[in-house]
């Protein structure tokens, strides 16, 4: 099973000039604000996490120094909402817009605020921008450049690129997804079966359970037209969960398809499995990943990753690394870290009409087996400098990768 259901880093969402950015009141500005902190507060899968005994002083003097700004019209609305979501060092609670930065190239406006940064590779290389590539590096070995999971390259090109190295005649795979900011986990699941040669488990995410989640929930079942008796199961266990803080997502897929319309539910039935809650938490701490099949189409493959690589992306590595020992990744940064909240909602503030992303899921067991603090690093440090291009070419890292699986 799948570790999530969409996983979205929004680092270039929404690029508006500043110039269509609307005129508003001192009272809109402020009213944008005060609507992005109590969101943030009610509804950020997070929030529990990063504010606590030791943090809050620190957070509140923050809110209301920020809310003081913009009542007296020293900022925007939008300005203080990206200081305010940089507060919790979470690359996915974020304003959504993006502007150039003092060197002419375009950033999340809200990174300015952050004190941990993404690279900018375009400071260190002639040109990074990474596209979709499905060629042959030599006799041996296959490269598939994957540098995104939002649909471009979209699903008929992904299953395109694994027929393609099927028929080459390569034994060895270089899946390179530097740069790969994340998307849907819908649209790497194609490598992920490709790569997978054993069962493997990593923590599950749960939900933070409130009344606007719920709501979304319902929302998406009665625009996917499941019939009205699921719409009403699912409204009659409303009640009896609201007291409960977070729902696991393993938990959700059992009581979900209880409400089918081919199923009669009990209310023990019910509480019974809402009562696993009050356990151990093993029932539903952790995802298994499993397969019934493996491909044999791969020998040996490698993962190829920098700092680029986020959310998504970075569940993409964590997916093969528990499932596939003939894969390597092989870098020369970290990953992002950008994966413990995740599952974001788009929320637009009522005047100014920018939005701001705020994640409904968090990893189970936090700080234990997180990764934002970090990122994920390679196995392998490549040992040589970044390449002077990285764009639809063969660089100078896939060809020394490819060398080293063919030893």
Known sequence: MKRSIIITFCMFLGLIALAQLPELTVEQHLEDYDFAVK???????GFPN?????????????????????EQGERTGWDAVAQYTAWFDDFHTRLNYSARNEKGNWESYGDRYRSRKPIDYNAFMEEYRPKAVACKVTDKTFLIRFPSCDGNPDMEWIKGSIMDFKESGCENL?????????????YFNPYWELLYDHEGTEPAVEYRNSPEHRKMLLKEFQDSGVPQEFIMGIQAIFPMIEGIEYLPQPLLRQILPMFSDSQNVSMQDLMGVLGKLNQSGGDFSVDTYRLNQISDAVRKAALIIDNGVASSGEQMVRSIKATSDRTTVYGRDNTLGCLDFSNINVVEMPNCHLSFSSPMTRTIGLPDGGIDATGIAPDILIPLPLPARLTDNIDEWVIWVAAQLEK
């Open 174 to 186: 270089v899946l390179d997804i530097r740069d790969n900011g994340g998307g849907s986990d819908v």
């Open 50 to 70: 990063k504010v606590v005994d030791s943090t809050r002083a620190d957070y509140e003097s923050m809110k209301a120094r920020l809310r003081t700004q913009v």
């Open 39 to 45: 969101y943030i507060e009610d509804n950020y899968a």
